[in-house]
């Protein structure tokens, strides 16, 4: 069985109230390439165990918000906070256990094609998280029974869709017990009719004790599974509300004109997304 992480609580920065595991905190948060400022002063609450989806227009720095998290891109200026504990300096070991603790999803699946769909999962287990062989394929094995691919154990990448190996790959950033997973677009790279096998099992991970920050182009997803949807654009944060309330009543223009967009392609207006 899989150690449950979820409800376990740590002190948080200043060693004071406990703060709940899953928790993300940015704190005046900015990123900048050179002189191409991406995120601006960003602050930004995620609680423990929510389902945050992220939309927004493309360039609008809504993969980096989340790529920051983990610093897979490193912060320019300010702070984020996970489990209450601050991120911008962790090396080595530190920055191992944050990575291991908040999962990644791409776009792309990014599976060892020499290995099949069981050993991309059981080998980080055996050799990051030294878990036995048995072990491992224990593990591996209960994990693609939750994603629908038992019966896929023993195929290679090149023997699965695209959607089956987006699936795979959600399987192995769970073997590692995460209680965050980070996702950057994950059905952008399918075939529309495979999209709805990945939001599937996105959908059987929400509420179930993960946090979920989702960046998303998929509006049913943001509307239906989400607790809270964040517009970005300009890389600042311009909305945040429930589903229902950004849906039906957007309040920043930009949102409106967004949303006109992409729910609406053939009545929009030609101004530029």
């Known amino acids: ?13 200043a060693g004071a109230l406990p703060v709940q595991k899953g928790t993300v905190v940015f704190r005046q948060a900015s990123k900048s390439f050179g002189d191409n400022v991406v995120l601006k002063a960003i602050d930004l609450q995620v609680a423990a165990g929510e389902v945050v989806a992220v939309c927004g227009p493309s360039g609008s720095g809504k993969s980096t918000l989340i790529r920051l998290i983990n610093q897979l891109e490193n912060l320019t200026s300010g702070e984020i906070f996970v489990d209450g504990q601050p991120t911008s300096q962790l090396t080595d070991r530190k920055l191992r256990e944050l990575r291991r603790h908040v999962g990644f999803v791409f776009q792309q699946f990014n599976l060892y094609a020499h290995l099949t769909a069981l050993e991309n999962i059981t080998l980080a287990l055996r050799h990051i998280h030294g878990k036995s062989a048995a072990e491992a394929q224990q593990i591996a094995l209960a994990l693609l029974v939750r994603v629908g691919l038992q ?7 090149a ?4 959607g089956q190996q987006q699936r795979v790959a959600i399987a192995r950033t769970l073997a ?3 209680h965050i997973i980070l996702f ?3 059905t952008s790279a399918l075939d529309p009719e495979m999209i709805g096998e990945v939001l599937q099992v996105m959908k059987s991970l929400a509420h ?8 998303t182009h998929e ?14 654009d300009g890389g600042e944060i311009l909305e945040q509300a429930a589903p229902a309330d950004f849906f039906t009543a ?6 409106q004109r967004f949303l006109q967009k992409v729910l609406n392609p053939l009545h929009a207006d030609n101004k530029e997304l």
């Open 219 to 232: 509006m049913q997803f943001a509307r239906e599974i989400a607790d809270r949807v964040i517009f970005i």
């Open 184 to 186: 950057d677009e994950p």
């Open 176 to 178: 590692a017990d995460p």
């Open 208 to 215: 179930s004790g993960i946090t979920l920050i989702v960046v």
């Open 151 to 157: 019966e896929k154990a023993q195929h290679y990448p």
């Open 1 to 13: 069985m899989l150690a449950g992480l979820f409800s376990s609580p740590v002190a948080d920065a």
């Open 250 to 255: 957007p309040q920043h223009p930009r949102a």
């Open 159 to 162: 023997q699965l869709s695209g």
